[in-house]
């Protein structure tokens, strides 16, 4: 890995660090009823509720809040299916699947990227932008998927597969929200 990979995932781990200590907090009682009656209505309600509960560090349960958490979490796992997908590259000496992690690979880091400017634009209350943001992302995924059907027609390799899916049921809650910011 060179050292913008290194510097990158670094950095990564610190926002997840500092992310995972503020979920120390407590959660009110009509905190949590909130948000469960808000992602019952998502396509993915379990999802939805376990990435926005985590984030207790939200200073209230808005919409705005619940929809960066939800980002948050997307990046999150975006992140660790770039670092799957790099670490099954480095670790191949097959041709065409070494071409197929290296296209997921890329596709995984562009999408990680992609989420966090959509998080800096969630900051700013551009939701819009943050929602084209998501959907770019969820493209990336889609082209890592696409990418083993085309160079090495084989499965998903299962924990590459896990990240992906898990960020494939965030961007359906995710979905919900920004029509509710729209």
């Known amino acids: 890995m060179d050292i913008k990979g290194t510097t990158f995932t670094i950095v990564t781990q610190i926002f997840l660090l500092v992310f995972l200590l503020s979920a120390s907090k407590p959660v009110k009682a009509d905190d949590k009823t909130f948000v469960r009656k808000l992602c019952d209505q998502t396509l993915e309600p379990d999802v939805c509720l376990n990435c926005i509960l985590s984030d207790t560090g939200r200073e209230s349960s808005n919409v705005s809040n619940m929809t960066y958490s939800i980002l948050f979490?997307?990046?999150s796992q975006t992140t660790y299916a770039h670092q799957c997908?790099?670490?099954?590259?480095?670790?191949?000496?097959?041709?065409?699947?070494?071409?197929t992690y290296r296209v997921c690979r890329d596709t995984m880091l562009s999408a990680s990227n992609t989420l966090w400017d959509g998080l800096t634009k969630m900051e700013v209350s551009d939701y819009k932008n943050a929602h084209v943001s998501a959907r770019m992302a969820h493209l990336d995924l889609l082209?890592?998927?696409?990418?083993?059907?085309?160079?090495?027609?084989?499965?998903?390799?299962?924990?590459?597969?896990?990240?992906?899916?898990?960020t494939k049921r965030l961007f359906d809650a995710a979905q919900f929200m920004f029509l509710l910011l729209d």
């Open 85 to 99: 997908a790099d670490h099954l590259y480095q670790n191949t000496a097959a041709v065409r699947l070494k071409t």
């Open 143 to 166: 082209r890592c998927v696409f990418a083993f059907r085309k160079y090495a027609d084989v499965p998903v390799p299962a924990e590459l597969l896990s990240y992906m899916v898990q």
């Open 73 to 75: 979490c997307m990046y």
